[in-house]
């Protein structure tokens, strides 16, 4: 087995599908929870050119030498997506983690997809390992990756 190459790609995160879906999330609790949990973000509100909704777009320091970009939008309690712009693996792990363990419902409840997948046909979101630390998770996210890159 090669090597798992650490790309950057757009990472998607979303809540799982089926009847009991979603986050019970509003843009205003993301935005609190990316205040409480990192040293001061950057927050901004927009309108979406794509979809005409309200999107909330962020700057994020998750670690020393982990910062991320990203827009969320929550449409209902059922709809929602966190996009991190241009990341690894690495990085995407540290956020996956944070939003699996301290924003969403469950565990169960984040799924996710790359851009890179994205381009190759896979559109088709994969559940977030539901147990696990930063390493497992980050190692699910290479995993992914290099299944799409090979």
Known sequence: MTAARNIRTNFSFYPSPGP???????????????REAFPDPYIDYRTSAVHSMTVLDFEAVLAPDVVVNGTAAVQGSDYAYITLIDVTADEAGVFALWLRDRFTPAQHAVWFASSLAMANGEDAPTALTVDGDVAEVTRQLREHLTAIDE
């Open 20 to 34: 009991e879906a979603g986050w019970g999330s509003s843009l205003e609790s993301l935005e609190r929870a990316l």
